[in-house]
């Protein structure tokens, strides 16, 4: 059978759409970045973000555009399945408030790896910095590549000319805004990815006959029947317990270790306000992610019964095939303008986590006097880095658009969540044990991974390219590392004098609010045992053969 070319019938009202959006998102970061009066309001928005706003914001910056292309593309391999990760995604960001994200907001730190540096000094925080700025850049990496697929089919260009002309106007328009433009443009985002995909996947499964359609995030339960006579396996388990149990340290962990999820608990106005977004933000979310599991079954269901072929690298333009079905032209240039809103809202994030990394982390550390302007300067260097690197890598990227986001979950869970956790919670955990764990669990994820060294992986296959695999492993190797080196080190003396024990004590019950220290506060010896006993059996169990 000929393979069927999925592009834009009408380029024209593509391209109207996408500049019109592009032309909003200028003015909007243009008028909103003259609110920062100083390079630290550049980077929080002058903490004096509202909750709904904040919420909109948060939900647009996980969206990604991911959720129009790559998830989707997700569905049409996993099935049913998929929907146990996906539940790990919306657990993630009210964990993050629960965990960590209010007493580091108490404390008044830009990033995770500020947080670190505070309670585990200098040396540690480079390293996490390392790791997030990879972090950050294989995020993005994923959204460029989204909006160059997404630019070919609207455009007619070829990958890499889609890739250098949408990067380079993102990178434009985040750069100009600051965190201020960042986050109104990210609330406006929100609202314009979820008209664009609900309401159109409405039309869609009215079209397939769903009598559900005037609510397509619940109500496609009456497709079910037909779809399991077209497509008998859509609701098996297929997978091993391994295979489930490793969603929990790779995409709940792994999102709490994002720091452009965290920067946005940074930016509210208060500590309410920041619990109020996270309501808002999972209200939001829920909705949308029920609707691209929605648009996933009803490609599978369209693949199945249409008798259309889909080859696998169409699998990530499953929502805009099943728009150039079913609805009009214009309905599709709309749905492209909300999908590459979706790609800016998170790459936005990204870029403004990595500058924020390199210009307050690093550079205002080395050099804390540095004028105003200059921070400025290299703030704008820093995201336009980081933009020429994602841009770079992504001339040759992976087969599914959704591969490098999820593996970059994974490295987050790794490296910045035992640190971010135990420091909060446990006041053993001092600078050797977080050294440690972060240094040797990252680079345990990378080297068992299937991209660097083939011959060296504890699984095959989709596991371990989305980086399943290496989280089970070394999630719980990060928090026994720290734990067990945190115990050790704590019983010898010459070490324990290095190091400003005490200050990093009282450091935990001040970030909790309280008035006076205790000694006895997040204390316990029984605590980090536990802890350690627990991580070492889950580590032994991720290396045992089977279970996928």
Same mark, same amino acid.
């Given at each position: ?114 947080? +670190?540096? #505070? ?7 480079? *390293?996490?910095? =390392? /790791?997030?700025?990879?972090?950050? !850049?294989? &995020? ?9 697929? +997404?630019? #070919? ?7 890499? *000319?889609?890739? =250098? /002309?949408?990067?380079?106007?993102? !990178?434009? &328009? ?23 995909? =609900? ?350």
């Amino acid at each position: 059978m000929e393979q069927q070319q999925w592009v834009l019938s009408s380029p024209t009202l593509g391209m109207i759409f996408v500049a019109g959006s592009f032309i909003l998102f200028y003015v909007i970061g243009w008028y909103s970045q003259k609110r920062a009066k100083a390079s630290t309001d550049y980077w929080t928005a002058g903490r004096s973000i509202g909750a709904v706003t904040n919420g909109l914001s948060m939900a647009s910056s996980y969206m990604s555009l991911a959720t129009f292309l790559g998830v989707t593309a997700l569905i049409l391999n996993l099935k049913v399945p998929f929907v146990y990760m996906w539940i790990q995604f919306t657990l993630s960001i009210p964990l993050i408030t629960l965990w960590y994200g209010t007493p580091l907001r108490r404390m008044g730190a830009f990033t995770p790896a500020h947080f +670190v540096r #505070e309670r585990y000094g200098l040396n540690t925080s480079y *390293i996490t910095v =390392i /790791f997030m700025i990879l972090i950050m !850049v294989m &995020y993005a990496l994923g959204q460029m590549i989204g909006v160059a697929k +997404v630019f #070919e089919m609207l455009f007619g260009f070829n990958y890499n *000319i889609s890739l =250098i /002309f949408g990067g380079a106007l993102i !990178v434009g &328009y985040i750069a100009i805004g600051g965190m201020y433009g960042t986050t109104y443009n990210a609330a406006f985002q929100m609202i314009l990815m979820g008209v664009a995909f =609900i309401i159109p996947l409405g039309a869609i499964m009215k079209a397939m006959g769903g009598t559900g359609w005037y609510f397509p995030p619940l109500l496609y339960s009456d497709m079910v029947p037909a779809m399991l006579e077209a497509v008998p396996d859509f609701f098996d388990m297929k997978y091993g317990i391994k295979w489930y149990a490793a969603l929990i340290p790779c995409f709940t962990i792994g999102a709490m270790g994002l720091p452009h999820l965290g920067m946005r608990v940074y930016t509210a106005s208060n500590l309410k306000s920041a619990r109020n977004a996270m309501l808002w933000f999972t209200f939001f979310c829920g909705i949308t992610f029920s609707a691209t599991y929605t648009m996933g079954f009803s490609g599978v269901f369209f693949e199945a019964t249409s008798g259309q072929t889909i080859v696998p690298t169409d699998f990530d333009k499953i929502t805009l095939i099943l728009n150039s079905v079913y609805n009009p032209a214009w309905v599709l240039a709309f749905v492209i303008a909300g999908a590459i809103a979706a790609g800016l809202s998170t790459i936005s994030a990204n870029l403004m986590a990595i500058g924020a990394m390199i210009a307050q982390d690093i550079i205002a550390t080395i050099k804390p006097n540095l004028p105003e302007k200059t921070m400025k300067v290299i703030g704008y260097c820093a995201i336009a880095g980081g933009g020429a690197a994602s841009i770079l890598i992504a001339l040759d990227p992976p087969t599914f658009l959704v591969v490098s986001i999820l593996w970059a979950f994974g490295l987050a869970g790794v490296t910045v969540a035992p640190a971010a956790i135990l420091g909060v919670w446990w006041k053993p955990a001092n600078r050797y044990g977080a050294f440690v764990s972060i240094l040797v669990a990252g680079l345990t994820y990378i080297i068992v991974s299937p991209y660097v060294f083939p011959n060296i992986v504890i699984s095959t296959g989709l596991q371990a390219k989305l980086g399943m695999s290496g989280s089970l492993l070394c999630v719980p190797l990060g928090f026994f590392l720290l734990t067990t080196v945190s115990m050790i080190t704590e019983r010898i003396p010459s070490l324990m004098a290095r190091i400003p024990v005490q200050q990093d004590k009282i450091l935990v019950d001040k970030i909790h609010g309280w008035a006076d220290y205790s000694e006895e506060r997040y204390n316990s010896t029984q605590a980090g045992l536990i802890i350690a006993g627990i991580s070492l059996l889950l580590c032994i169990w991720a290396v045992l053969p089977g279970g996928w």
